[in-house]
């Protein structure tokens, strides 16, 4: 491996899935090369702000390379921090990416490279016969850790329904974030060390309501993040940042409820989509962003089988392209409808950016753990 690798290990201690996520919340730009001695020749994926653009192995190019990828569990990795020259023709999010390349493993379309049969990602799990994203972080920082707490395998963390306004980082370990069901209790994710339990409205909305259960697998040690210090650092930024922040807190809820009506019913029961006019096609390369002024719209994933809908949003709430959230929606991975008397305003991404990279890192790592929730969630609910 290379001396001026920024980071780099052997693919058995981490998977490619997992170097996706620490890289991906890193907003890492940059070339990730794999090798193994099961492989002709190395693989590379491009990153551009932790997301992928493009990738080559093999013959392979785009998201037909990085999905073979996730067969090489046998051999080392490198990243290298560079500027990213190539053209875009990953759109996916880099949690679809994940989800979609460990499903494609699980269901054998990717070829296991290797005579040893590949190992399960590190603390995933099945529920319901279906697997369960595993969600990661960044190291945390420890500044914003009040108190620390054990919990034991099995015992709830927090408990659906219950009012709470704690926020919590996993610093070891695995929880299970869990819905009741007329069928029993069902999984939507797994969260894992540098992961966050708790929403946006945990500190945003006095006498919050849990809207899930959090259970704990294995041993789990959890820090308790400063709250008031959270608030009071979402308190002094623009109202443009806080309808952008709230607006995701919005979205992650309609999802997760999307899902479970998924979970329960084992299938999509979406009416028509009357009166609503095509507004934004799923897999268009719109780099705009925009803030509803009037109106209502829908948030569509459009599959072979399905017209699924994500969320409806409406006065205050954004659509579009924000470039420091990872969200799986649109313009890339779903389509978006309007009423017709929808009214929209511009937004400029770059001064919310600015603002976004000067928020503490704490603060940034969990806005970029809900998005990734929404975007981990949106796969379960579209099956």
């Known amino acids: ?7 780099s290990g052997s693919l058995g201690f981490l998977s490619l899935a997992e170097i996706l996520q620490l890289l991906g919340a890193n907003g890492s730009t940059g070339v990730l090369r794999l090798r193994s001695p099961y492989a002709k020749g190395p693989a590379f994926i491009y990153l551009q702000n932790g997301n992928p653009i493009n990738a080559s192995y093999s013959t392979k190019v785009g998201l037909d390379a990085a999905f073979a990828m996730f067969g090489l569990t046998k051999g080392d990795f490198e990243f290298v921090r560079q500027k990213v020259q190539i053209e875009q023709n990953i759109t996916k999010s880099r949690m679809e990416i ?3 390349g460990l499903r494609n493993l699980d269901e054998g379309k990717v070829k296991k490279a290797g005579p040893i049969a590949i190992r399960k990602e590190s603390g995933s799990a099945i529920s319901n016969g279906r697997p369960v994203p595993l969600i990661k972080g960044p190291l945390i920082d420890y500044m914003y850790i009040v108190e620390e707490e054990t919990y034991q395998d099995g015992e709830k963390i927090v408990e659906s329904g219950r009012h709470g306004n704690w926020v919590w980082a996993i610093l070891e370990g695995a929880i299970d974030i869990v819905k009741d069901t007329p069928k029993g209790p069902v999984t939507i994710l797994r969260l894992g060390d540098g ?3 708790g929403s946006l409205s945990s500190f945003l909305v006095q006498s919050n309501v849990r809207s899930a259960t959090a259970v704990a697998v294995g041993n789990v040690q959890l820090g308790v993040i400063d709250s008031q210090r959270m608030a009071r650092e979402f308190a ?8 952008i922040l709230t607006s995701l807190d ?3 809820k309609q999802v997760t409820h999307r899902a479970m009506e998924y979970l329960k019913n084992g299938h999509h029961a979406d009416k028509p989509l009357r009166n609503a006019k095509p507004l934004m096609k799923q897999g268009a390369k719109e780099t705009r962003a925009f803030k509803i002024v009037n109106g209502e719209i829908s948030i ?8 699924i809908l994500l969320s409806t949003l409406s006065k205050g709430d954004f659509l579009g392209k924000v470039p420091f959230l990872d969200i799986g929606h649109e313009p890339y991975s779903a389509s978006v409808f309007a009423s017709e008397d929808i009214k929209l305003r511009t937004i400029d991404p770059e001064p919310l950016h600015r603002e976004f990279q000067q928020l503490s890192t704490t603060f940034r790592n969990f806005i970029e753990s809900v998005a990734t929730c929404v975007s981990a969630t949106t796969n379960v609910a579209c099956g």
């Open 250 to 252: 919005k979205r992650l």
């Open 236 to 243: 002094i930024v623009t109202p443009g940042f806080k309808d």
């Open 98 to 100: 994940i989800l979609d």
């Open 195 to 197: 992961a966050f339990v």
């Open 300 to 307: 569509v994933r459009e599959t072979a089988q399905h017209r």
């Open 1 to 7: 491996m290379s001396n001026s690798a920024d980071l």
